[in-house]
């Protein structure tokens, strides 16, 4: 199947740091991403659409300034969590479809995050 | 705006057992509908998708049917094993995948 890579998979930085997750897909050509968060012992919660060259659509209730999204070619996504805080602390993973075919979605390997 | 449901929320069972997990969605525009698996502190493994068009899939001893009319969709686990022990998560496609609230399985020797 198709590969997304996502990189790194766990991080710690301080408070008031900003951070920064990257999205790759290694096998096809992406124009559009999705940016999951996850916390503890709860599903995948939609934050964004990443869109290639154009801006990200976010989720209701998700901080814009707060996680900046660039799509700058087809394969390559990142996240940008600024000012990070610990209630920031989470797991984020990304996904993208297959554009053709079954548009089936292949996933990141996931990001954990720890803000102290 | 799209909710996906799982019931149950976690299920604990003696290997062997056939399991039944269940998802339901609101709206049944989708494109398709995907079964994953998560284990703790990890990443998502996709387990079967069917198209909006079909009716089940297999995978070994994996079965997911799809009613899409009703909204909802069903994995089977046959004969189940430890290494089974999991998180389960339907996630349905309408332009962006929209995720269940999981089911965590735990099958036990």
């Known amino acids: 199947g198709a590969v997304v890579s996502q990189h790194p998979s766990w991080v710690i930085c301080k408070s008031g740091t900003s951070v920064k997750i990257e999205c790759r897909s290694l096998d096809f050509q992406a124009t559009t991403m999705f940016w999951y968060r996850q916390f503890p012992k709860q599903s995948l919660m939609l934050m964004a659409t990443s869109n290639e060259g154009s801006k990200a659509t976010y989720e209701q209730g998700v901080e814009k300034d707060k996680f900046l999204i660039n799509h700058a070619s087809l394969t390559l996504s990142t996240l940008t969590v600024t000012s990070a805080h610990p209630e920031d602390s989470s797991f984020y993973i990304c996904?993208?479809?297959?554009?053709?075919?079954?548009?089936?979605?292949?996933f990141g390997q996931g990001t954990r995050l720890t803000v102290v | 705006k799209q909710e996906v449901t799982q019931i149950p929320a976690a299920l604990s069972v003696p290997e062997g057992e056939n399991l039944v997990l269940n998802c339901s969605f609101t709206?049944?525009?989708?494109?398709?509908l995907q079964w994953f698996r998560q284990d703790p502190g990890k990443g998502l493994t996709s387990l079967l998708l069917i198209q909006s068009s079909q009716r089940e899939q297999t995978s070994g001893r994996l079965n997911a049917s799809l009613d899409k009319s009703s909204g909802r969709s069903t994995l089977y686990i046959a004969a189940s094993q430890p290494g089974d022990s999991a998180t389960y998560l339907c996630?349905?496609?309408?332009?962006?995948?929209?995720f269940g609230t999981g089911t965590r399985l735990q099958v036990f020797p």
């Open positions: 709206d049944s525009a989708i494109y398709n």
């Open positions: 996630a349905v496609n309408t332009d962006k995948l929209i």
């Open positions: 996904s993208a479809i297959l554009p053709e075919g079954h548009f089936e979605a292949f």
